[in-house]
């Protein structure tokens, strides 16, 4: 992308489905973000088009945000925001919260089975790899797991130094036992560490890719 998109090709952007990335507009708007690449067209039908790890990245920068690199992706906006752990507020436990994770989780299997090359929907996508500590949070919270609150209890999500790879904390031994099982049968290759100085154990969670 050489310029800016224009304030309509914007509109078509931020419009975009907060999870999958699937865009409405015009064919000549959606033909110009592809030729940007700031979107792509499934190659399946209905041949919907979707945002690019490059689109989304435009989608959730505001105006006086810079664009972040794909190894630090901003943090989630639009109607649904993954809870990574350790927000002040208490966590929503609400039914509401409940169908909201539960349709955001299903929206993040269908992108995978549309952008993933072989339909799989059993592997982390391209968007997941830009947004690997939301991508995480939303596995665990989508499988009934809590993130932590102001009390401390429940998983914390993090970014670390490592390609590809986000840390998982929670000092409970036996949750951080069950969120291993759960992010990999999300997709994920998990292993278990133990921190040298405090002896902290936590997981290191990186997306499968395909053999």
């Not at 304030?7 to 907060?18: T, Y």
């Not at 549309?114 to 596995?139: I, K, S």
């Not at 759960?182 to 290759?189: P, V």
């Amino acid at each position: 992308m050489t310029r800016p998109p224009t304030a309509a090709q914007r509109r078509v952007i931020d419009a975009a489905d907060p999870v999958t990335g699937r865009l409405r507009g015009t064919e000549a708007q959606l033909a110009a973000l592809v030729r940007h690449g700031l979107a792509f067209r499934h190659p399946r039908p209905p041949h919907d088009h979707f945002l690019t790890p490059a689109g989304h990245r435009i989608r959730e920068a505001t105006p006086d945000t810079p664009v972040p690199s794909p190894a630090e992706p901003a943090p989630a906006t639009g109607v649904f925001t993954a809870r990574v752990g350790g927000e002040e507020e208490t966590p929503d436990t609400s039914p509401a919260r409940i169908r909201e994770v539960h349709s955001a989780w299903q929206g993040l299997l269908e992108l995978r089975r549309m952008t993933n090359q072989d339909g799989a929907t059993d592997r982390p996508c391209g968007w997941e790899r830009t947004h690997l500590v939301q991508a995480a949070a939303l596995a665990l919270e989508a499988a009934g797991h809590h993130p932590a609150g102001p009390d401390g209890e429940g998983y914390r999500v993090r970014a670390t130094p490592q390609p590809e790879a986000v840390a998982v904390r929670e000092p409970d031994p036996e949750k951080l036992r069950a969120y291993e099982a759960t992010l990999e049968a999300a997709g994920w290759q998990v292993g278990a560490h133990t921190e040298p100085r405090t002896r902290a154990r936590y997981l290191l969670a990186s997306p499968r890719r395909a053999r």
